[in-house]
């Protein structure tokens, strides 16, 4: 009987030897023990360091702007920063003087707004008919993006220096007229900037594919 149980003992024990060999993963290695709490840490340490190069990239930017602002006030103080930008300032004052009247804030107002126009065609429908023709130039919207951005700008300060030294802004007529003569020579530029932009991507279209060929 004593033999019997003795034989059952040793039996189970060699069964769950065999069963913990057939399946390795239920037994505890310190590779396997120690991975998951480094895998816990692993975002959280991304985490921190993100915050850090933010927070440095941010101090970095601050101290920057702590320069330049010192350098400005230095120039700002300098006699001859000062007399160098009288020079600058003061020939477009004399100028500026010279055109205030409603005639010349009338032609600046219509050559403003055709720059508008033009540009702004250019960068939605110009570029639309040039990408369904199967050319693109990113040099070309970045010189329309330049050049709508000038024309806002100088039609809003036109539009300023006539409210202030002018009569313009006072006869609507004339604003209306020089909003639809602005309107009208923006789309024959347009047309004109469209055509030469066709042909631009026509002309690159045949060298790839002449270098292609090669």
């Known amino acids: 009987m004593r033999m019997c149980t003795l034989v059952l003992l040793i039996l189970a024990g060699g069964v769950g030897f065999v069963r913990a060999q057939d399946n390795p993963a239920s037994v505890a290695t310190p590779e396997t023990a120690g991975s998951a709490p480094d895998q816990a840490n692993a975002p ?15 101090r970095l930017a601050d101290e920057a702007q702590k320069e330049v602002n010192k350098i400005a006030a230095k120039v700002d103080e300098d006699a001859r920063a000062k007399t160098a930008a009288a020079g600058i300032l003061q020939p477009i004052y004399s100028v500026a003087e010279s055109l205030a009247f409603p005639a010349f804030h009338w032609l ?29 130039s990113f040099k070309e919207i970045a010189s329309d993006a330049v050049g709508l951005a000038i024309s806002v700008v100088g039609l ?19 604003v209306i007229s020089a909003a639809v003569a602005g309107l009208v020579v923006g789309i024959i530029l347009y047309s004109w900037g469209q055509s030469q932009e066709l042909d631009a991507a026509a002309g690159r279209t045949h060298a790839a594919v002449v270098a292609k060929k090669k």
Not at 156 to 174: D, G, I, K, M, Y
Request: hydrophobic fraction near 55%; avoid cysteine.
């Open 108 to 136: 600046a107002f219509a050559l403003m707004a055709a720059g508008v126009v033009s540009y702004a065609l250019q960068l939605v429908l110009g570029k639309l008919v040039v990408l369904m023709r199967m050319g693109f």
């Open 44 to 58: 959280a340490g991304d985490a921190n360091a993100k915050d850090s190069m933010k927070d440095k990239a941010k």
């Open 156 to 174: 809003v300060l036109t539009t300023q220096a006539a409210a202030e030294n002018s009569t313009f802004t006072q006869h609507p007529a004339a």
